[in-house]
């Protein structure tokens, strides 16, 4: 389970930076699209601004569903491996102060709970993705179908779903044995 929780966050990282760069390319287009149709550039450069113009400078088309559609990826992505080795945020001001057994407790009820969640997510996924393929939706600039992101999306939730009742297993093993199998909190380091 840790390892496809590093190659999932691994995967998300890879299309997290391919759309920051995406983004990069787009906000630059857009940039020198705007300098080289302003009154200046065209009274400075003449054709050659003109000729910028005509090579396509500009923003990427469709650039902000192409975005749209990688977060979602990249997030369920993460996820795994946010939940295995246990990266999500916490408060434990009221329970750093209890018994060991009662804070296995917590993280056994937490752990349950989070894993019907992602299972309710991942179904909900499945469901939207296909009622985009029933009525053949599509995006507005890129005209692709919009179940594909919705499938993207699908692949790391299904498997951060199975991560999170694995750890609500692993958990509830630990409650009842009374012996740690996986540190809370251990980071990405255990």
């Not at 200046?40 to 650039?63: E, F, I, N, T, Y």
């Not at 569903?65 to 001001?93: K, R």
């Amino acid at each position: 389970m840790n390892k496809i929780a590093r190659y999932m966050a691994i995967l998300g990282g890879i299309i997290l930076t391919l759309l920051v760069l995406l983004t990069c390319v787009s906000v630059a287009g857009r940039a020198l699209n705007t300098l080289f149709h302003s009154g200046l550039a065209q009274s400075l450069l003449g054709d050659a601004a003109q000729a910028v113009l005509d090579a396509g400078v500009g923003p990427v088309l469709g650039d902000f569903e192409l975005v749209e559609a990688g977060i979602a990826f990249a997030i369920f992505a993460f996820i795994p491996l946010c939940q295995i080795t246990g990266g999500h945020a916490s408060v434990d001001i009221f329970t750093s102060a209890l018994p060991v057994k009662a804070n296995r407790f917590i993280q056994m009820i937490v752990e349950i709970l989070f894993s019907f969640a992602l299972i309710l997510i991942a179904w909900r996924l499945y469901d939207g993705m296909q009622s985009k393929m029933r009525y053949n939706e599509t995006t507005f600039l890129l005209q692709f179908p919009i179940w594909w992101a919705y499938a993207a999306s699908l692949v790391p939730a299904v498997i951060a779903a199975v991560v999170a009742v694995y750890m609500a297993v692993v958990r509830i093993a630990e409650f009842f044995s009374g012996r740690t199998i996986i540190h809370v909190g251990g980071g990405a380091e255990h």
